[in-house]
């Protein structure tokens, strides 16, 4: 990249600028690690003691920031400089990715009953089985597998390695990363005669528009109905969701976290990181539930709650300051009865 | 899917069929989501005040159930409704997925000393290493990589894009789901000339027969004996499982659980989801474990356990109570404090 | 492998041998389970007492061991036994594992400015991008994807199926492990306009020379700068990397670990399994984080951890112990508390 300042005026319509940087940018860097040639921006309010002493050519800034560039900087004041900054890196990135032509790579191999749109591209060594359908600029990459009777809307982005099983269907805009296995049979068993006898999953999987899914994600699909994920939502990687769950709108579930079967959350549920859901369960809309906690029982909507077992986030923080002082507890517990053997008893 | 109540009863053989349906059912669903044209069925005594109410036009309940269907629809009574349900998910998905047909895709690439079963398959853009044995009606999924001198019993399933390193033996009716990779090196360094130098890992993997694999486990090679898997054992998706682990028979490893090098799991063993069991551990035949528990130390046959560090269940379950009332048991001992200072100390 | 004693001799080269051993020995094998025409050793002096018993031919040993073998079998006395044994391992690792002959398998898909240096094999299926560099010696195992403006090193090893997203550059001696994404875009969202808008994710990644990544693991590309993962440093499988993070010389993260996005990890930290770490934190040079631990603010260089959230592995360790006697500690309250009911006040 090679930004002057007039072509970045341009590209991130500040409402106001500062001082002027006459060179060009190179690179984009975080307050404290940016030099000369390089842009940078101020997202959160706690670093805005890093402003003054930010070595950056460009600095963008929340349009309430008082200050002044240094000599030969600039300062480009906006509502809001993270959208700023991600408008500029969505430039970097058409620049530099540029998209596979449309088309099916001659290596791919294509059921003759798959219906690919022609501004769509299937890469290298992809597996389209029967009765799919692949709409209009999807972009496929190197060997995925995409299982029979497969639907995918629109402007959806595989990467490559994403295995598909049989009937997923899957949203417009749709992204979703490497090693990602959509449609594995759900973990269902009966014992019986001695064994754990598998229960076939003749369900599918439904992804809605927009959906995010992260590297390596596992999702079950059904046992004979459907696993649903809402539009808008975002898998982090490595995100494990069982048979027959059901997830809302705009959710936003981190690396690691799992949700066992059955299990239905509403809409604009977050999940940290490592956080495990049982299953059965109904995770209110808006239910927060903070990394690596555990969750065995409903919560209402709107929730906080963190630790295993899960409980509201401010009792689990005051027994973390509690369970500090335990040690200290049991001394004093000691020092009491002490005291009581002194105290004569029936006076 | 179109079945007439004939059709199923032939099928399911019910041991008795209560009221009459006409039509077709054209779908599966839950007691409380079936509507007309649907099957249902009561596998859970905990649901059974659904059945009254259930709008499926037949269902499949447990003998002993007592009521009538409502006018134009069926009850089936069985032993056992969630293994009638499987049969029938069997044969619905027999129906849709039609086998691939015996024989090698011209796209594979294999060692000319590789031997596979003429009545195996094995799909696009397969690699099949030297003096690979492939049984009798196997079936390799897409982009399999099936390492030198492994060697695959018969009725194997291997779903597209599974890794096995070399010298890993897969036991007949085993599957094994896209993403996972089976034989990678275990995790094993030795400090020396300021390096974490690498162990070589020169053992095996022995898979038994009937072990089900999910999506993106990982499974280890033993450092120079074997990693075994015991016949019937099912790992859900995102298992670890370390070098020199011995897992024994009908075990049932839930999501995103993992087991530390050389621990010994015997027979039966239940991990919940996210479980971690330290190394060199012995874990009885027919222990449980808690959801997200931690395991640092042996544990007897039949054990229950949870937290971390596990702990017997009922003692858990105890902890997890009085930990909520911490804050209280604070003020309590304060309270204590005063009321001792109030009392004349050597009366 | 059939080996002599002589031979091992020559191989081994310890510092005394004592016994003799006459025959040949054909596996490796514990103290306790190994027999005769085996050899076995001793890594760890808890297990000094199994020696006198082991049936192995030849035993490794640390040089200051006193004792002698039985009639026939042998004694390597060794300043490293644990050495000895990989060197052992990695001879037979050599004469098992021919390596693939230099060069481009005819079915890989190279663009035309990928420069692959003739001494580096690429295996059946691979897709390699434009402006690609693989250094000598390189070994790319079949179905690996590598983007485009990746940098391979030297001597560096790609098992199958590993997917490098554009711009990673790998280091010399690295070995990565099949179902691992290296470069896959950060989690990464702005809440604008009733939508998680995507941030692009224009960084890269660098990881330095001789890095083991594991099978399954997950590593981000940064925003805009570098997500990097020091020289020597060992991950297991599946592992979690967010972006921006940036991981020092030798750390040791084990099995589903995970570190939060722009996190920095000194050298020589050790995670072990199940691990979180929550972003933005600063983590010193020899911290070591007990399995299953979440870190939620920053360590002091060479801190032992242990909990959620962490606390210094001796109080951790007290603290647990405590928290055994919870229940006791409630009842010796109670009982203080009906004792000082009988106290009279004021007296």
């Given at each position: 990249m090679r930004y002057g300042q007039e072509r970045l005026r341009k590209l991130l319509q500040p409402e106001e600028v500062r001082g002027n940087f006459s060179g060009t940018v190179h690179g984009i860097a975080s307050l404290d690690r940016a030099g000369p040639g390089e842009l940078s921006f101020l997202s959160?309010?706690?670093?805005?003691?890093?402003v003054p002493n930010c070595r950056a050519s460009i600095l963008l800034l929340p349009k309430d920031y008082v200050g002044e560039p240094p000599p030969g900087g600039a300062y480009f004041l906006l509502e809001n400089p993270s959208l700023a900054i991600g408008i500029l890196c969505e430039e970097i990135e058409r620049k530099r990715n540029c998209p596979p032509k449309p088309g099916v790579h001659p290596s791919a191999v294509l059921s003759e009953t798959a219906k690919i749109h022609p501004s769509a591209s299937v890469g290298p060594f992809c597996v389209i089985g029967r009765e799919v359908c692949i709409g209009a600029r999807c972009r496929i990459g190197s060997h995925c597998t995409i299982g029979d009777r497969c639907f995918l809307g629109e402007d959806i982005l595989l990467h490559p390695q994403v295995t598909l099983y049989p009937d997923c269907a899957i949203g417009d805009r749709c992204i979703i990363h490497s090693g990602a296995v959509v449609g594995?049979?759900?973990?269902g068993y009966v014992w019986e005669k001695g064994k754990q006898q598998k229960l076939p999953h003749v369900g599918r999987i439904v992804v809605a528009e927009e959906v995010e899914i992260g590297a390596n994600c596992c999702i079950d699909r059904a046992r004979f109905a459907e696993t649903t994920i809402g539009a808008g939502t975002k898998l982090d990687n490595l995100v494990q969701i069982g048979h027959n769950v059901s997830i809302g709108k705009n959710c936003l579930l981190v690396a690691q976290s799992g949700v066992a079967g059955s299990t239905e959350l509403g809409d604009g549920v977050v999940l940290g990181g490592q956080v495990g859901i049982a299953g059965h369960l109904k995770i209110g809309s808006g239910v927060q539930i903070a990394a690596q906690s555990g969750v065995t029982a409903d919560l209402p909507p709107r929730s906080v709650v963190r630790g295993t077992?899960?409980?509201p986030l401010g009792i689990a923080g005051r027994l973390y300051v509690y369970w500090k002082y335990l040690p200290e507890l049991f001394r004093r517990v000691e020092k009491l009865e002490k005291g009581q053997e002194n105290v004569p008893h029936q006076l």
């Open positions: 959160n309010g706690k670093y805005t003691a890093l594995s049979d759900g973990y077992p899960a409980l």
